[in-house]
């Protein structure tokens, strides 16, 4: 027998909907489990291979701030509304970053959580240059995102790596993808 979800409660429903549901296990027990159903995303690591860096972002995060943390560094990502993954990168790209993308190179379709949420990423590589920097970024004003864009040399990415101090796992995949079919862009 697989198992299944044999009755489901929404307990909040406004950015996530979070529901709690008792799973049918194949043993036959049933256990109640939590579901955030937050929806896809797409993230991308926006990187400059002439100078060797990433365009990376820094906003408030209430769960980082709650837990005393230090701020993160991210890459570009976003919610997938209504569009493809790709689709969601480049309107992300454009709107956080100020950065026009002309061609994305995909990683992986990935869990984020699956014992928890249903959110899957999309994720991309994209190259990009000064001509390609058109925008503000900052993210969407109705959104008080407050987002600060930050060029950070691939080097110091891969050292801070290798300190445990990159602690976003969408921007530690992404740095990993790009060390590992560009390794010449991190010496």
């Known amino acids: 027998m697989d198992a299944e979800i044999v009755s489901r409660r929404l307990v909040y429903d ?11 296990l194949p043993n036959g027990a049933v256990e109640k489990r ?14 400059d291979p002439r100078r060797c860096v990433a365009l990376l972002l820094r906003q408030p995060r209430a ?12 890459v570009v990502a976003g919610r997938v509304e209504g569009k493809t993954g790709e689709e969601t990168a480049r309107a992300e790209a454009w709107e956080e970053a100020g950065v026009r993308i002309r061609s994305l190179e995909p990683v992986g379709n990935l869990w984020m959580m699956p014992a928890v949420s249903t959110e899957r990423i999309d994720y991309f590589l994209a190259a990009y240059d000064a001509s390609d920097q058109v925008g503000a970024g900052g993210g969407a004003a109705d959104e008080n ?6 060029e950070v040399p691939l080097r110091e990415l891969a050292a801070m790596m290798a300190a445990g101090t990159l602690t976003d796992a969408k921007t530690f995949l992404l740095v990993q993808a790009l060390m590992l079919r560009q390794p010449g862009l991190f010496v």
Request: glycine residues 4%; proline residues 7%.
């Open 63 to 74: 769960p980082v701030i709650e837990m005393g943390a230090a701020p993160v560094l991210e």
């Open 145 to 150: 995102e407050c987002i600060v864009p930050e």
């Open 34 to 47: 939590v579901v955030d159903d937050h929806g896809c995303a797409a993230a991308v690591l926006l990187y």
């Open 14 to 24: 406004r950015w996530t909907r979070i529901s709690e549901v008792e799973l049918r």
